[in-house]
């Protein structure tokens, strides 16, 4: 099957600039989320969708961060404006509906705001 | 909130020895899962644990998760240059999602 995938893989900006990341998951997998990843830490949820509602967004800056998830299908993640400690890898996982599954990673995108 | 914690940080092995880490959570977990990072990846999904004090093994690998559901271990038997990366534990707490720990960094020198 297909994996996760994810655009664009590298994205270098200059902060209060604006980004988006687009991620498609598995077909199928009504659990999405999105992870940001600071160099030498563990993956840190941003925001967890069930088909296009939205589940958790508790740990997502929402006065810069913004996803959607329109049509159940593919997600997008926008940082605007961009500061320097959003510099990251921004991934996406998709999973099957339910606590007993593993996540689907995505091959991420390396944000770099300078 | 729930936090998880993963000893040790990094761990060298020359290639042959064993190797293990050790994933706490500060509160009791549903369940947990163990992914594999390799340099430049993306996390990959290895297993999940359910059971209190259940033991699972892959090939070389073998996932235990406590008693009481606080803790988890991975051990890996003669460790081989391709088990170089990182590894995470995530622990999921009843109605939460899944939190990841910081991930240990395993080197094997060949």
């Known amino acids: 099957e297909a994996g996760v995938a994810q655009s664009p893989r590298y994205k270098i900006i200059e902060k209060r600039q604006s980004v988006a990341f687009w991620c498609n998951p598995i077909?199928?997998?009504?659990?999405l989320y999105w992870y940001q990843q600071i160099l030498g830490q563990g993956p840190k949820l941003l925001i967890q969708f069930q088909n296009n509602g939205v589940v958790d967004d508790s740990q997502l800056p929402k006065d810069r961060f913004s996803a959607e998830r329109l049509k159940g299908v593919d997600s997008t993640l926008k940082i605007q404006p961009a500061k320097l400690e959003d510099s990251a890898v921004y991934l996406c996982?998709?999973?099957?509906?339910?606590?007993?599954?593993?996540?689907?990673f995505g091959s991420g995108t390396r944000l770099t705001v300078v | 909130g729930q936090q998880v914690m993963q000893i040790p940080q990094y761990q060298h092995v020359q290639e042959g020895e064993d190797f293990t880490t050790y994933c706490n959570s500060s509160t009791t977990l549903s369940n947990i899962q163990w992914y594999k990072q390799r340099p430049g990846g993306h996390p990959v999904f290895l297993i999940q644990l359910v059971k209190s004090g259940e033991v699972k093994k892959q090939k070389r690998l073998t996932f235990q998760f406590g008693e009481a559901k606080k803790n988890s271990s991975l051990h890996i038997t003669a460790t081989q240059t391709t088990d170089v990366g990182t590894y995470f534990c995530?622990?999921?707490?009843?109605?939460?999602?899944?939190?990841f720990g910081p991930g240990t960094r395993l080197s094997v020198l060949p």
């Open positions: 996982a998709s999973s099957l509906e339910g606590v007993n599954y593993g996540y689907t």
């Open positions: 995530a622990g999921h707490n009843y109605g939460q999602n899944f939190v």
């Open positions: 077909s199928g997998h009504a659990t």
